[in-house]
């Protein structure tokens, strides 16, 4: 079974970039997509996107512009830096392996709380 | 976008059965799945494909899925399935959230 732990620095300021990663232990790099999702206070999920391990990426259209996500196979970790990060990126901040072919959030970590300050 | 629509809260008595709706155009061409977070934790999994079960998740929690809506239904309805729960699809080239249910077992 999957396991995932996010890690990285809690508190930003604005115009700074957010650099998460995410350490998998367990299961097949090919049998999922590896993905990051956000949840605002008080608020529902987003997706941000995600990384197959071919490398290829798909990205929320409103997020695209200023997210990229990575994959290194050696460490077992992928990664999302978002640049120019304002207050409303503050989140907890989910990474996720989701099935490949049927597309569900399989497993999850934990979450890591990100505030960006102005 | 693509949007998905669902009842801001549902109250539930002890033993009594909830019904939580996902509601968009259509919705029922695609595969609905539905997870549960309770308060400072991560979502779990709980319905994938419309109606399948994870392992470790009881027989009284269910899914559906038909025309413009999709269900979860959870039977005798406990104090633990107190929590927030999302439908989600995916919609070709992007994942779509609902914008999730506060379920209440009074």
């Known amino acids: 079974q999957v396991q995932l732990q996010e890690s990285g620095p809690g508190l930003l300021k604005s115009s700074e970039t957010l650099s998460l990663t995410c350490s998998v232990s367990?299961?097949?790099?090919?049998?999922?997509?590896w993905t990051w999702i956000r949840q605002s206070p008080g608020k529902g999920l987003e997706w941000i996107g995600h990384i197959y391990y071919s490398g290829t990426t798909d990205y929320n259209p409103s997020l695209q512009s200023r997210v990229t996500i990575s994959l290194d196979t050696s460490k077992k970790q992928f990664s999302l830096k978002v640049t120019s990060v304002t207050p409303a990126d503050t989140a907890v901040y989910y990474c996720?392996?989701?099935?490949?072919?049927?597309?569900?959030?399989?497993?999850w970590g934990k979450g890591t709380t990100v505030t960006v300050s102005s | 976008s693509y949007e998905l629509t669902q009842p801001l809260s549902v109250s539930v008595a002890p033993g009594q059965t909830a019904r939580i709706t996902c509601e968009r155009n259509?919705?029922?061409?695609?595969?609905v799945q539905w997870y549960q977070q309770k308060p400072g934790q991560a979502p779990v999994l709980v319905i994938y494909?419309?109606?399948r079960r994870p392992s470790g998740i009881p027989e009284r929690i269910s899914g559906s899925n038909s025309g413009n809506t999709a269900t979860l239904t959870i039977s005798r309805a406990q104090a633990g399935d107190e929590a927030d729960y999302f439908c989600q699809v995916w919609d070709s080239t992007s994942h779509v959230f609902g914008t999730g249910t506060k379920v209440t077992v009074l």
């Open positions: 259509n919705i029922g061409s695609k595969n």
């Open positions: 367990g299961g097949s790099f090919s049998s999922h997509y």
């Open positions: 996720a392996a989701v099935t490949y072919y049927y597309y569900y959030m399989e497993v």
């Open positions: 494909r419309d109606s």
